[in-house]
């Protein structure tokens, strides 16, 4: 599928169950977010089998986080990156959350002591080479415009900052892809049930395999951040779907 336009990169094509073409996109994604902020953490433990955590640390350790480093955790969400993170980097280090919903950094504040922002990935308000490690959770399949996110995450990072990014990625195993399907359709089913989630959540779970389904390949996402200048751009995967793209600013 070509989503690649000569000013843009968009993650995928207009999702029509949800929404009618790219200009609504901004709008359904806040909507969903806020409307689901408060059972995100209990979708997320299902969803993960409560493995999350100990996945975002080993990914963390993995590509170089370390003591005292200032990190942006760009799509905070509820924090569970981010929490990781403080865990890792001691007393000396520093976290700042940035989210566009409001209502996900709420959560964030109910749970964590960090400074955070509302904000968008596409334009950050902060000054060039802000920080040493930048990370995004399972958040690029929403954003805008993939090449001004990167520029954006080019121009915070310190020179010899690191990008790490998480995303699930459509696996190209033909098994694990239909696995992956169905187990996304017991859990839709599951989560819409008012006692654990309800019809918002549902969707959010439908939603969120539609995004990786249709999500451009990582050959594109690693170009793109060669392109924007990052050096040692690569990917490493679990299971043919859990995905960590990491970059350093050289
Ligand atoms: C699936 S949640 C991930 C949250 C968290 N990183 C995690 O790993 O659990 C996606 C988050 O991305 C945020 N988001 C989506 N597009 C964004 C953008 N362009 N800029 C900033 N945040 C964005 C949403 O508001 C939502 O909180």
Do not use: C
Request: hydrophobic share 40%; charged share 20%.
């Amino acid at each position: 599928m070509m989503t690649q336009t000569d000013e843009k990169l968009i993650p995928h094509p207009p999702l029509k169950n949800f929404y009618q073409d790219e200009t609504q996109r901004n709008e359904f994604v806040n909507r969903i977010f806020n409307d689901t902020a408060s059972k995100y953490d209990p979708i997320n433990s299902i969803l993960s089998f409560g493995s999350g955590n100990w996945y975002r640390k080993q990914a963390l350790l993995r590509s170089g986080l370390t003591t005292g480093m200032d990190i942006l955790d760009v799509a905070t969400g509820t924090g569970l990156v981010a929490e990781s993170e403080i865990a890792i980097i001691g007393p000396k280090g520093s976290v700042m959350g940035l989210d566009r919903s409001y209502n996900m950094l709420a959560e964030v504040g109910k749970k964590l002591n960090i400074p955070l922002v509302q904000g968008d990935a596409n334009g950050l308000p902060f000054s060039d080479n802000s920080f040493d490690f930048l990370t995004m959770g399972y958040a690029l399949r929403h954003v805008d415009d993939l090449k001004e996110t990167f520029k954006e995450y080019f121009r915070v990072l310190k020179p010899g900052g690191t990008l790490l990014i998480l995303e699930l990625m459509k696996p190209t195993n033909k098994i694990i892809y239909r696995m992956i399907l169905l187990y996304f359709r017991l859990m839709t089913a599951l989560i819409s049930m008012p006692g654990v989630g309800g019809k918002n959540e549902g969707k959010l779970i439908q939603y969120y395999w539609e995004t990786i389904d249709q999500f451009v390949g990582s050959d594109i996402i690693i170009n793109s951040l060669s392109e924007t200048g990052f050096a040692q751009a690569k990917s490493h995967q679990l299971f043919n779907f859990f995905t960590e793209f990491t970059a350093i600013k050289a």
